[in-house]
């Protein structure tokens, strides 16, 4: 993380920089050329001024400067070991690099908004620690408001007895400054169970469009083009052009800069009893590691085809990290010998449908060599959906990123993923109808 260099014009793996390139936002923002978010909108926030660690390998503290008290909450997450710290939404003007460095229990920390009204800081430890005092001094003695969380080394089953105290974590703001956040996620599921009760007598089969990344995480990036954006953009224009047929119903994981864990991208899914699952994603080589060009389609397995899928599942399921909590749960029934039927079937499907779309995007998109690869992503992990994540091109490419920013090219792509879709129904009923 410390070795990440920030320019511009370079391209960056964001999934390993997020933390700097958040920063890097911040800083632009004030200097009034990109507004993003606005400097006036963000000066109504408490501002987060610096950060310091001190102590050893036994007790470590993190120290904030903020020019007013917050309110906060902290807890610890294991495998990977991580503290998250959670405060309303602040203005993070911490000095370049910051967090990039570690002390004592502490290897890195990194920061920023994961929704509105909501900022969070998360630690990777060196190993199991527990949260041994947190609290908020007033300003004093000519220093400013900080906020302090102490850590103290514990051995594993220390740990476990500290995660059973703490509350479980979930990822909503918890506390008084994100008020305005929680009274919109209110109305945003009130109106949500009105669509629902619309839904239950829509027999349609359902289609999920899952544009990756989002909020903090903004995936990979070029320039001034980030992923989490391209993926949207894409993401809606293919929602609106399968919506016009009326042959599905279609659902979004996400329809604007939100973050959403991996987990709740597949149970999305699965709680729609979706008959398709389509996550967007775009890829980039690491700096110095080549070109490659050309979208590619992935499907789930335990073992990655080579090691450029095992690269990339292991990239795209760092998105939690970037967000910061990692709340995947493994289901406890995988043993269950219907879930492995139903994935053993929803496998066969989703190779099918691989296989589809492949035939229609190479009429229209430049494809990669080797276009169809599996590796282990969580994003694909609904044992009864059949899903299939595509990576629509290299951002570091720069012919393929000539198309993803271009309307005429995610037109022809769009119309070429509707029509594989079309075909995987036609397939579906057709074998529906001969099987009765
Ligand atoms: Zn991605």
Redesign the pocket.
Known sequence: MGTCVIHPVLLVRALLCAAALLYLGVAVASAGEAPSPSPVAASIFPIASDARLAGDAKQTRFVLDLDKAVQFRAFTLADPYRVVLDIPQVNFQFPAGTGAAGRGLIKAFRYGMVMPGGSRIVFDLTGPARIAKSYVLEAANGQPPRLVLELEEVDRTGFVQSLAVESRPELRPAIAGAADAVVAATAMAEAKSVASKAAESDTRPVVVIDP??GGADN??QSGGEN?KDLVLGFGLALRDRIEKSGKYRVVMTREDDTFIPLADRVKVARNQSAALFVSI?ADALPRGEGDAQGATIYTLSDRASDAEAERLAEA?NKADAIGGVNLTEEPTEVADILIDLARRETRTFSNRFARLLMGEMKTTARMHKHPLKSAGFKVLKAPDVPSVLVELGYVSNKGDLEHLVSENWRSRTVGSMAQAIDAFFAKRVAKAGTAN
């Open positions: 990756g990344h995936g990979t992923e994603h795209e």
